[in-house]
Every structure is written in structure tokens, then in C-alpha cells.
């Protein structure tokens, strides 16, 4: 048993002062921006789960809620094993999106774009945030491969639902160049089949790199 209790006091984070007020803060406008977004749509193929942004976001509050919870809970005082996923899904979309929206903000918006404060917030904020709380407030996965599986999980399903579930129940947005529909974003109804399995792969591989990358990078900035 007192080799137990030492192991958890030895694994145990302590966090400064400021944390508390920080946690606050960003956990309540990232379940404010979720219910709007999220929460309040059908929790279907045609609601907000169609969209990567919503999925890096409730990942990103996940991770926050874990973070804010640990001050209360002693037990979840340890590393965030929610925070390699978020990190990774929020950086894939801030990519992604503000990619895209330079070619032509159509690609990724269609024909209803969201408020400045909402695009900025769901395409960057959220994911800054997040980044503050790894890198001031936690360290890095002690063992980076297995911090890997569950975002290739994640992608495994996120790429199944657009391809296989979410055309079926939605027709819009559609291609701007193709008459094809139902794809959550209009550049994906614009592409061929084997384009698109394609992007999927690349994504899948880009999305675990960039996983091992952030992980690194972060054991690197936390342990100077």
C-alpha cells in the first residue's frame, strides 16, 4: 500500500496558483461555443458531428474538463491522456481550415459562414487554449506510441462517418464544380471516389505524424 501511495504522489501534477482561474475560464466559453454548436443540433448524421471542427472542439473540452475536474479529483492529477488527441485534432483543423479558406472560404463555408468571433474561436482559439494547457499545465505522454492509438482511432472513425454515413442523410452542402451532395464540406463533393480515399489516407497518415511530431515537441518544451 506505501509503495502504491508513493508511486501516485511521485505521478501527481502540481499546479500553480493562476490554474484554477484559468480552467475557469476556458472551460466555460468552450462548453458555451459546444452547446451553441454542438449540443443544441441533433446528435445524428445531419447535425454538428458532421463536421471536423466540432469533433477537434468537443475533444478540446473533454480535455478541459478533465484539467478543471483535477482539482477536485485528486486521481485525475496525473498526465491528461485526452490532450495528445485534442492537440492533434485541433491542429489538423486549424490547417485544414484556414488552407482552404485562403484558396476560397466557399471550400470550407459554402454559402453560410459563421460569425467572425465563432470562426476564429472554432478554427484557432479553442485549439490555442488547449495549447496553454499542455504545455504550462501538464507534461507529455510517458510513452508516446501508445499516446498514438487513440487518435488513430478517432481518425479511423471520423473518415468512416463522412464517407460511409454522413452522404446518406444530408443533401447539402454540394460541389461547387459537381452536382454530387451530402458530404460535410463542398470541396469533398467535388472530388472523385478515389481522390477522396486518397485525402483520406494522406489525412490518416498526416494526423499520426503530426501526433508523434506534437508529442516530441511538447516532452521537449516541459522537461527544459
Known amino acids: 500500500?506505501?509503495?502504491?501511495?508513493?508511486?501516485?504522489?511521485?505521478?501527481?501534477?502540481?499546479?500553480?496558483?493562476?490554474?484554477?482561474?484559468?480552467?475557469?475560464?476556458?472551460?466555460?466559453?468552450?462548453?458555451?461555443?459546444?452547446?451553441?454548436?454542438?449540443?443544441?443540433?441533433?446528435?445524428?448524421?445531419t447535425g454538428g458531428w458532421r463536421y471536423l471542427t466540432n469533433w477537434g472542439h468537443s475533444f478540446n473540452l473533454l480535455a478541459l474538463t478533465w484539467a478543471l475536474s483535477s482539482h477536485k479529483v485528486p486521481a485525475l492529477?496525473?498526465?491528461?491522456?485526452?490532450?495528445?488527441?485534442?492537440?492533434?485534432?485541433?491542429?489538423i483543423v486549424v490547417i485544414l481550415y484556414w488552407s482552404l479558406y485562403i484558396i476560397d472560404p466557399a471550400l470550407v463555408n459554402g454559402a453560410n459562414p459563421l460569425p467572425w468571433y465563432s470562426e476564429?474561436?472554432?478554427?484557432?482559439?479553442?485549439?490555442?487554449?488547449?495549447?496553454?494547457?499542455?504545455l504550462l499545465l501538464n507534461k507529455a505522454p510517458s510513452q508516446p506510441k501508445r499516446a498514438l492509438v487513440?487518435?488513430?482511432?478517432?481518425?479511423?472513425?471520423?473518415?468512416?462517418?463522412?464517407?460511409?454515413?454522413?452522404?446518406?442523410?444530408?443533401?447539402?452542402?454540394c460541389g461547387l464544380t459537381t452536382n454530387v451532395c451530402g458530404y460535410p464540406y463542398p470541396f469533398l463533393n467535388d472530388l472523385s471516389v478515389t481522390?477522396?480515399?486518397g485525402l483520406y489516407l494522406g489525412a490518416f497518415i498526416a494526423m499520426v505524424f503530426?501526433?508523434?511530431?506534437i508529442i516530441k515537441l511538447w516532452g521537449r518544451a516541459t522537461t527544459r
Open 1 to 45: 500500500m506505501m509503495s502504491s501511495t508513493r508511486s501516485n504522489q511521485q505521478v501527481s501534477i502540481q499546479y500553480p496558483n493562476w490554474a484554477i482561474f484559468y480552467r475557469v475560464a476556458v472551460f466555460g466559453l468552450a462548453l458555451g461555443f459546444w452547446i451553441y454548436y454542438v449540443g443544441r443540433h441533433p446528435f445524428d448524421a
Open 120 to 134: 476564429w474561436y472554432m478554427h484557432l482559439g479553442s485549439t490555442v487554449t488547449v495549447y496553454i494547457e499542455a
Open 210 to 213: 503530426l501526433c508523434a511530431v
Open 195 to 197: 481522390s477522396r480515399y
Open 150 to 173: 487513440p487518435l488513430g482511432l478517432v481518425a479511423t472513425c471520423y473518415i468512416s462517418w463522412i464517407e460511409w454515413v454522413v452522404p446518406n442523410y444530408n443533401s447539402r452542402p
Open 77 to 91: 492529477q496525473t498526465r491528461n491522456p485526452i490532450l495528445s488527441t485534442a492537440l492533434t485534432m485541433g491542429t
